[in-house]
């Protein structure tokens, strides 16, 4: 099994959005018995919340679904996975603040890193701008790119 955990600041915007998103892909490509997805946020201030009404809307217009609640990522999460998929560099240093930088060696990207070279590195935290639809299409093209990666790296 393929772990995958997408990472944000909150756990109610970016990175449900990714989970959800990837979630969908991973479906459609017949690879939920290979590939397992979740998602969790550097903080624990919205811990047992619903992921913000704007990112559950934009997910339904776009045929996704996404029930999750926020939680806070843990020092067994970064261990366990295979791929810990952050959104920006804030996330990369909170979570070497947590488990040093020599536990996530090889395995943390930043999302983009998976999109085309004329996306941006970072997606914004729509929280901030209001740009839900924006941040869904940059995540949106990460998702592909990184599916497709993992499927060339691991031959599925």
């Known amino acids: 099994m393929i772990r995958v955990l997408f990472v944000c600041f909150g756990n109610i915007c ?3 959005m990714a989970e ?9 490509a017949g690879l939920a018995d290979q ?18 009404h704007r990112t559950r809307e934009v997910l339904g217009q776009r045929g996704n679904t996404y029930a999750g609640r926020a939680r806070q ?3 067994a ?3 366990t996975a295979d791929y810990v998929v952050i959104m920006d ?6 979570l070497f603040g947590m488990a040093g930088e020599g536990a996530l060696e090889d395995k943390l990207h930043l999302l983009l890193e998976f999109a ?4 941006p590195r970072e997606v914004p935290d729509p929280i901030y701008d209001g740009r839900f639809e924006h941040a ?12 497709d990666h993992i499927r060339a790296t691991h031959g599925l």
């Open 14 to 16: 970016r990175s449900p």
């Open 20 to 28: 959800a998103i990837f979630q969908r892909l991973v479906d459609q």
């Open 35 to 52: 590939i397992q997805v979740d998602s969790a946020g550097t903080s624990d201030l919205n811990v047992g919340r619903p992921a913000h």
């Open 73 to 75: 990522v843990t020092l």
């Open 77 to 79: 999460d970064l261990h």
């Open 89 to 94: 560099t804030h996330n990369a240093q909170d």
């Open 116 to 119: 085309p070279s004329s996306f």
């Open 136 to 147: 869904y299409d940059l995540i949106e093209a990460g998702c592909y790119g990184l599916l």
